[in-house]
């Protein structure tokens, strides 16, 4: 099981697509006792995986020491960073502490896209020393994408630029309408080239020696297994069934994307949030709608929850909107 816990809403680029509307740290963020109560309650709760993502986490001034405590309580400690801030002694560092991977974003091929996307000027630039200072201290690093109308043509050339600069693996996070992304929403793919961009990275994935693996596009499951594709992911949307996120001051909510409030760890213990919460224990039934629901992939894949509810007036239970398998839709 998979927890990713938002650890500041502080950030050094203000990117189109943030979820979070991350830039200024937000006030009350749970504090450096307070995150380790919450990696207790984490660690007790029997996930295996932390990320500790944002924001941008390497701003928070505590983030080895809680590193190293993920680390002492049996979790496997992961980022998502931008990148920039990866020094070659913070790449050593964060290993010491007992960081197994970060995952650095990388939107384009074309240095200036990704700057303007990220409204960073020398960001491409940026990301890559960090991802090249990883490789120096060994510490393993995979490159993520938020996929998009304006970059879709560019996926295999960024996995192929994976390869080649020595990271593990290429997870491509198809862009759902959260937040600043929200402005954004036409630039989002649907059904028909979806379905084709998914397609092309199973098809890449029989070509290159690292994982690629597509986000918030649950019916890459299927795919893979109409292609005889054997991949060891079980299942495709996580969402408070082997996953959950965290907000900088407590809020616990099923996905980055699905923002619906399930608890806040300051007035109720993680555990019994993830055991207890009403949306949790619903999206547990799989008891989907419309075609979701009598979908013969309904356990493998699950459908995107979070594009579900932005598409159906905030219902997580409808059916996915963007899936071409039994369904009738225009571009």
């Given at each position: 099981?998979?927890?990713s816990?938002?650890?500041?809403?502080?950030?050094?680029m203000?990117?189109?697509?943030?979820?979070?509307d991350?830039?200024?740290?937000?006030?009350q963020?749970?504090?450096?006792?307070?995150?380790?109560?919450?990696?207790?309650?984490?660690?007790k709760?029997?996930?295996?995986?932390?990320?500790f993502?944002?924001?941008?986490?390497l701003?928070?001034?505590?983030i080895?020491?809680?590193?190293?405590?993920?680390?002492?309580k049996?979790?496997?400690?992961v980022?998502?960073?931008?990148?920039?801030?990866?020094?070659?002694?913070?790449?050593?560092?964060?290993?010491?502490?007992g960081?197994?991977?970060?995952?650095?974003?990388l939107?384009?091929?074309?240095?200036?896209?990704?700057?303007?996307?990220?409204?960073?000027p020398?960001?491409?630039?940026?990301?890559?020393q960090?991802?090249?200072?990883?490789?120096e201290?060994?510490l393993?690093?995979?490159?993520?994408?938020?996929?998009m109308?304006?970059?879709w043509?560019?996926i295999?050339d960024?996995?192929?630029?994976?390869?080649?600069i020595?990271?593990?693996?290429?997870?491509?996070?198809?862009?759902?309408?959260?937040?600043?992304?929200?402005?954004?929403?036409?630039?989002?793919?649907?059904?028909e080239q979806?379905?084709?961009?998914?397609?092309?990275?199973?098809?890449?994935?029989q070509?290159?020696?690292?994982?690629?693996?597509?986000?918030?596009?649950?019916?890459?499951?299927?795919?893979?297994?109409?292609?005889?594709?054997?991949?060891?992911?079980?299942?495709g949307?996580?969402?408070?069934?082997?996953?959950?996120?965290?907000?900088?001051?407590?809020?616990v909510?099923?996905?980055?994307?699905?923002?619906i409030?399930?608890?806040?760890v300051?007035?109720?213990?993680f555990?019994?949030i993830?055991?207890?919460?009403?949306?949790?224990?619903?999206?547990?039934?799989?008891?989907?709608?419309g075609?979701?629901?009598?979908?013969k992939?309904?356990?493998?894949?699950?459908?995107?929850?979070?594009?579900?509810?932005?598409?159906n007036?905030?219902?997580?239970?409808?059916?996915?909107?963007?899936?071409?398998?039994g369904?009738?839709?225009?571009?």
């Amino acid at each position: 099981m998979i927890v990713s816990w938002n650890t500041t809403n502080a950030c050094n680029m203000f990117c189109a697509h943030c979820y979070r509307d991350a830039g200024v740290k937000a006030d009350q963020e749970l504090n450096t006792i307070e995150a380790k109560s919450l990696i207790d309650e984490i660690s007790k709760s029997e996930f295996k995986i932390m990320i500790f993502s944002g924001g941008e986490p390497l701003l928070r001034s505590d983030i080895l020491e809680l590193v190293e405590y993920a680390y002492s309580k049996g979790l496997v400690p992961v980022f998502g960073t931008n990148g920039t801030l990866i020094t070659s002694g913070m790449a050593r560092d964060l290993k010491n502490a007992g960081a197994v991977g970060m995952g650095i974003s990388l939107d384009s091929m074309n240095k200036q896209k990704h700057d303007n996307f990220r409204h960073f000027p020398g960001a491409w630039d940026g990301a890559v020393q960090g991802m090249i200072n990883c490789r120096e201290a060994g510490l393993p690093f995979q490159i993520h994408t938020t996929v998009m109308e304006w970059n879709w043509h560019e996926i295999n050339d960024i996995a192929d630029f994976a390869v080649k600069i020595g990271a593990k693996g290429h997870h491509t996070f198809f862009l759902v309408p959260t937040g600043r992304a929200e402005n954004i929403e036409e630039e989002s793919l649907r059904a028909e080239q979806y379905e084709a961009v998914l397609k092309s990275i199973m098809l890449k994935q029989q070509e290159v020696n690292i994982e690629l693996k597509p986000t918030c596009a649950p019916q890459f499951m299927r795919i893979a297994q109409e292609m005889g594709l054997n991949l060891r992911f079980g299942r495709g949307c996580l969402a408070g069934t082997h996953y959950c996120i965290i907000s900088p001051v407590g809020d616990v909510q099923p996905c980055a994307y699905l923002n619906i409030k399930a608890g806040n760890v300051r007035e109720t213990p993680f555990s019994r949030i993830w055991q207890n919460s009403e949306i949790f224990l619903t999206l547990r039934t799989m008891a989907y709608k419309g075609k979701c629901g009598t979908c013969k992939f309904k356990v493998k894949c699950g459908g995107c929850r979070a594009r579900a509810a932005y598409y159906n007036a905030g219902d997580y239970m409808a059916e996915e909107p963007w899936c071409l398998y039994g369904f009738e839709r225009s571009k």
